[in-house]
């Protein structure tokens, strides 16, 4: 290993200890935790407080002698953006390098697979860049998430029923957005991959999202099963009713048929929020309609728990409406899995409705600790 390889290897130890303990650190804590020299120590930081990457403080007298300095991360060093594209709407987040919410916002904007949508598309990024005072400088990535199979080997959108999309290259939404490095992919892998960062890959996980479209994504630890071709987590088209509703992706019985959140949204003419408050109010409509959804989706859970034995996530845009109907899904799923009393495996994500947002932004914070 060069010289300059061996600055830029120990320079990124530094910085990723910074990260990884989230507390401030003296240069001898961090050259003992790293089996580092103190100059190297010392050259590195010095390098990354230029670079902005950390901060120092702890310089002023106190009545002990000198406090010794302490560097932190500086989460707003570096920025990403997460854009999460449906049917009828778009929405966005930054977040800085803990993953704090710099800025989020959801927009109205009929999706089609034409120059003018992806135009106005990018139109709205600056705006929303500009709006939250996002430095530009510091911006390490836009992600962009679609409901839909993505084979990124081939660098093509397989297929995205919900959108009426099928075999389009990644190459006819990538040029709109060239300003900036910019990764697509499956709303679902980056809502699990929210997740698993924030559960630090301690669990085994699988991650059910539950929007108009329902997808998924399984982690072993702190890697992502694909499948063989990138396909694995579909489980919106696990088929539960044989012969049953009819489903975006032209097969019948497919859980998303039952369990989409247009059953409860836009079937009924109501947003969620008005489903779930004639819920609460005892509405016999609403109950009948939550019964039957319920009653699929914990059947789906029932089978993915007896087939990966690990915990299950619910995430999504329903994540938050669940929070109060947790216990009685959970009792449910109880009655529905092989072990008895085998029914704390289930819980809600994190991010809840930007989920996906956060995820595929998150891509590029954990790519720049490693590669920078």
């Given at each position: 290993?060069?010289?300059a390889v061996?600055?830029?290897?120990n320079?990124?130890?530094?910085?990723?200890y910074?990260?990884?303990?989230?507390e401030?650190?003296t240069?001898?804590?961090?050259?003992?935790?790293?089996?580092?020299?103190l100059?190297?120590?010392t050259?590195?930081?010095a390098?990354?407080l230029?670079g902005?990457?950390?901060?120092?403080?702890?310089?002023?007298e106190?009545?002990?002698?000198r406090?010794?300095?302490?560097?932190?991360?500086?989460?707003?060093?570096?920025?990403?953006?997460g854009?999460?594209?449906?049917?009828?709407?778009?929405?966005f987040?930054a977040?800085?390098m803990?993953?704090q919410?710099?800025g989020?916002r959801?927009?109205p904007?009929?999706?089609?697979?034409?120059?003018e949508y992806?135009?106005?598309l990018?139109?709205?990024?600056?705006?929303?860049?500009?709006?939250?005072h996002?430095?530009?400088n510091?911006?390490?990535g836009?992600g962009i998430?679609?409901?839909?199979?993505i084979?990124?080997?081939e660098?093509?959108?397989?297929?995205?029923?919900?959108?009426e999309?099928?075999?389009?290259?990644?190459?006819e939404?990538?040029?709109?957005?060239?300003r900036?490095p910019v990764?697509i992919?499956?709303?679902a892998n980056a809502s699990?991959?929210?997740?698993r960062w924030?559960?630090k890959?301690?669990?085994?996980m699988?991650?059910v999202?539950l929007e108009r479209?329902?997808g998924?994504?399984?982690?072993?630890g702190?890697?992502?099963?694909?499948?063989?071709?990138?396909?694995?987590?579909?489980?919106?088209?696990?088929?539960?009713?044989p012969?049953?509703r009819?489903?975006?992706?032209?097969?019948r019985?497919?859980?998303?048929a039952?369990?989409?959140i247009?059953r409860l949204s836009?079937?009924l003419?109501?947003?969620?929020g008005e489903?779930f408050?004639?819920?609460?109010?005892?509405?016999q409509?609403a109950?009948?309609?939550?019964?039957?959804?319920?009653?699929?989706l914990?059947?789906?859970l029932?089978?993915?728990?007896?087939?990966?034995d690990c915990?299950i996530v619910?995430?999504g845009?329903?994540a938050?409406y669940?929070?109060?109907?947790?216990?009685?899904?959970c009792w449910e799923?109880?009655e529905?899995?092989l072990?008895?009393?085998d029914?704390?495996f289930?819980r809600?994500?994190h991010?809840?409705?930007?989920?996906?947002?956060?995820g595929?932004?998150?891509?590029?914070i954990?790519?720049f600790l490693?590669?920078?």
């Amino acid at each position: 290993m060069n010289t300059a390889v061996l600055r830029q290897t120990n320079r990124r130890r530094v910085l990723q200890y910074l990260y990884d303990s989230g507390e401030p650190a003296t240069k001898q804590e961090i050259a003992g935790e790293l089996s580092l020299s103190l100059p190297t120590v010392t050259g590195n930081l010095a390098e990354l407080l230029e670079g902005g990457l950390v901060s120092c403080s702890g310089t002023q007298e106190s009545t002990g002698g000198r406090k010794p300095r302490t560097y932190a991360l500086e989460p707003g060093a570096r920025v990403a953006v997460g854009i999460t594209v449906q049917r009828g709407e778009v929405r966005f987040l930054a977040i800085d390098m803990r993953a704090q919410e710099l800025g989020c916002r959801e927009a109205p904007l009929a999706f089609s697979h034409t120059a003018e949508y992806y135009e106005r598309l990018s139109l709205y990024l600056e705006a929303f860049l500009d709006d939250f005072h996002l430095d530009r400088n510091r911006l390490l990535g836009v992600g962009i998430t679609l409901p839909g199979i993505i084979d990124q080997t081939e660098g093509r959108l397989v297929m995205a029923p919900t959108l009426e999309l099928w075999d389009v290259p990644l190459e006819e939404l990538y040029r709109y957005f060239s300003r900036y490095p910019v990764f697509i992919e499956n709303d679902a892998n980056a809502s699990g991959y929210a997740e698993r960062w924030m559960d630090k890959g301690q669990n085994n996980m699988v991650y059910v999202a539950l929007e108009r479209g329902i997808g998924g994504a399984i982690f072993w630890g702190d890697k992502q099963y694909t499948g063989d071709h990138g396909r694995s987590g579909e489980f919106g088209h696990l088929r539960i009713v044989p012969n049953g509703r009819l489903c975006h992706c032209g097969r019948r019985g497919c859980l998303e048929a039952y369990c989409s959140i247009s059953r409860l949204s836009d079937d009924l003419g109501l947003t969620l929020g008005e489903f779930f408050s004639a819920l609460r109010e005892g509405d016999q409509q609403a109950a009948a309609i939550w019964e039957e959804y319920r009653d699929h989706l914990t059947d789906a859970l029932a089978n993915l728990r007896t087939n990966f034995d690990c915990d299950i996530v619910l995430g999504g845009t329903l994540a938050p409406y669940l929070k109060e109907l947790l216990p009685e899904i959970c009792w449910e799923l109880g009655e529905k899995t092989l072990f008895e009393g085998d029914s704390f495996f289930l819980r809600l994500d994190h991010f809840g409705p930007h989920s996906a947002c956060a995820g595929t932004a998150l891509r590029f914070i954990d790519d720049f600790l490693l590669t920078f």
